[in-house]
Nanobody
């Protein structure tokens, strides 16, 4: 059974930084696309960032481009999201996710339905 566990969330002042971690168990994630999403209160989850299986390619939502960086350490079976220059509007619950099947192509996956396994989420609160 695949499990993803996020950590690193918390309260930070505007302009600050946080690094989220997503530890996977039940599968080796080295062959799988991974993604980060976030959810605002009363809203659907929205795409934040995604990275291909090797870590060689990544894609970001326009709202976080240049401020957030997704990375992965396949040896540790862990995915990261480095968040810099945080803004109050980044306040949300952040989720990591991985696809059901391996994918070695060039497409990026931005839809929630593209991902099969999800973590429980971690709260990020950015104060002004």
């Amino acid at each position: 059974q695949v499990q993803l566990v996020e950590s690193g969330g918390g309260l930070v002042q505007a302009g600050g930084s946080l690094r989220l971690s997503c530890a996977a168990s039940g599968r080796t994630i080295s062959r799988y696309t991974v993604g980060w999403f976030r959810q605002f209160p009363g809203k659907e989850r929205e795409f934040v960032a995604t990275m291909n299986w090797s870590g060689g390619n990544s894609d970001y939502a326009d709202s976080v481009k240049g401020r957030f960086t997704i990375s992965r350490d396949n040896a540790k079976n862990t995915v990261y999201l480095q968040m810099n220059s945080l803004k109050p509007e980044d306040t949300a619950v952040y989720y990591c996710a991985t696809k059901e099947l391996p994918y070695f192509g060039r497409n990026f996956f931005r839809r929630e339905s593209d991902y099969a396994y999800w973590g429980q989420g971690t709260q990020i609160t950015v104060s002004s």
